[in-house]
């Protein structure tokens, strides 16, 4: 009997047990299932209804209403414990019938979006992306949200093009995420113009003027240093070239310092575009991550 179990699991006693278990009813069980998951006891909750599914596998095909509550619930609780890809899969079972299914249905595409970022997958984007837009819900709030998620994972797949259709169905008349829909504006500002910048044209710059390519990369303070230790190495070789004269040895010397220095900074101007670039992409993914995350609590 599975509420015997329970008791174990979770320490409370038989006398309160009992409360919601009666004789052998199923549907007793999963009330123990939810005061468990409103106890927010997520593992237990995650234990139980896999024993309970594995035990009640008859009266679950009779019941497609129990299976779909009970695969929302194990979603939940998983989701609860950060198991992204058991919640995830979870919720795809989670029938259209179902009240559930919206709900379901977002979350799945959220967690699956948050997973593909975390993991680096493409995969676990393009399936959200997927899903999503299988998605067809009838209420406005539900329709603006959905263009709003897919918006944001427009941005994370950086498809600028599509995030702009989606952004045109933004109204701003849903409290729940019109603050975030102003933000995904902004994201998409600093993911075109972190983009936008040339490595090409960082390693120019800095061959004319160092630490020039890495000020417009927007490492400024980068900038100024390597500019100070070209000069500083530079003014050492010319002072030892008219001084010492050009074939003695601390000429060659400095003269090599300073073009092991010259070059590096050329070099290190082109890297610090990329770099720069993919330090960008990735605080502004995680604040994508966030804002998409935030009306699923705020709409369900």
């Known amino acids: 009997m599975i509420w015997l179990t ?20 199923p549907r007793a069980e999963i009330r123990f299932i939810q005061h468990l998951i409103d106890r927010q006891f997520w593992g237990d909750a995650i234990y139980v209804i896999e024993e309970f599914e594995e035990n009640e ?5 009779r019941n497609p209403d129990a299976e779909d509550s009970l695969n929302f619930r194990a979603g939940w609780a998983a989701y609860n414990r950060e198991q992204l890809q058991y919640a995830g899969n979870r919720f795809g079972k989670v029938s259209s019938a179902s009240p559930d299914y919206y709900q379901a249905g977002f979350y799945r595409s959220y967690l699956y979006a948050h997973l593909s970022v975390h993991d680096s997958n493409p995969d676990y984007l393009d399936t959200a992306v997927r899903d999503l837009e299988n998605l067809n819900p009838d209420r406005k709030i539900l329709k603006e949200l959905r263009s709003f998620e897919l918006a944001g994972m427009a941005l994370l797949q950086r498809d600028y093009e599509r995030y702009a259709n989606h952004a045109d169905k933004f109204t701003g008349d849903f409290f729940a995420f019109a603050d975030q829909q102003e933000n995904l504006h902004e994201y998409h500002h600093q993911l075109s ?6 490595p090409l044209a960082a ?36 002072e030892s070239a008219l001084n010492a004269g050009w074939q003695h040895p601390r000429t060659w010397i400095s003269g090599g310092a300073f073009g092991l220095f ?39």
Not at 57 to 61: F, G, K, R, V
Not at 268 to 289: A, F, H, M, P
């Open 6 to 25: 329970l008791i174990a699991l979770t320490g409370i006693n038989q006398e309160l047990a009992s409360n919601f278990v009666l004789a052998d009813e």
């Open 193 to 198: 113009n972190a983009g936008g910048k040339s």
């Open 57 to 61: 596998s008859d009266w679950l095909n």
């Open 262 to 300: 010259y070059t590096a900074n050329i070099w290190g101007s082109v890297v610090s575009v990329r770099i720069t670039k993919e330090e960008i992409y990735e605080q502004v993914d995680q604040q994508i991550l966030l804002d998409l995350h935030i009306p699923l609590r705020s709409v369900f």
């Open 203 to 238: 390693g120019l710059m800095s061959a004319v003027l160092p630490g020039s390519g890495k000020i417009y990369a927007g490492r400024r303070g980068d900038g100024i240093s390597t500019f100070l230790q070209v000069a500083v190495f530079g003014s050492v070789f010319a």
